[in-house]
């Protein structure tokens, strides 16, 4: 198994910036690539920001290109989220996903976080 341990979040007053990390450990073969996904209060799951592993290319959510940055270290299985200029819109409970994670060659599943809360005060 996997297991995902985020760190990072709180509150914050609009326009300013928080930053998030998020481990993986256990017994991990691979792992395809890790990010962000959040869900605000009333809507749907969304993609925040992935980074993939190797190559390390980034896929961000369209309401967070140009504020949020996304890196990884994936020799320690880590990845971090800075985000910048944040707005009330961004008020979420953020969770962590490795996505294609292999504890073998052959068995690979998605883990996730168990989600921390970033609020974002007007």
Wanted: proline share 2%; hydrophobic share 35%.
């Amino acid at each position: 198994q996997v297991q995902l341990v985020e760190s990072g979040g709180g509150l914050v007053q609009a326009g300013g910036s928080l930053s998030l990390s998020c481990a993986a450990s256990g017994s991990i073969y691979s792992i395809n690539s890790m990010g962000w996904y959040r869900r605000a209060p009333g809507k749907q799951r969304e993609l925040v920001a992935l980074i993939s592993s190797g190559v390390c290319s980034t896929n961000y959510g369209d309401s967070v290109k140009g504020r949020f940055t996304i890196s990884g270290d994936y020799a320690k299985d880590t990845v971090y989220l800075q985000m910048n200029s944040l707005q009330p819109e961004d008020t979420a409970v953020y969770y962590c996903a490795a996505l294609g994670a292999f504890i073998s060659p052959v068995d690979g599943n998605d883990y996730w976080g168990q989600g921390t809360q970033v609020t974002v005060s007007s």
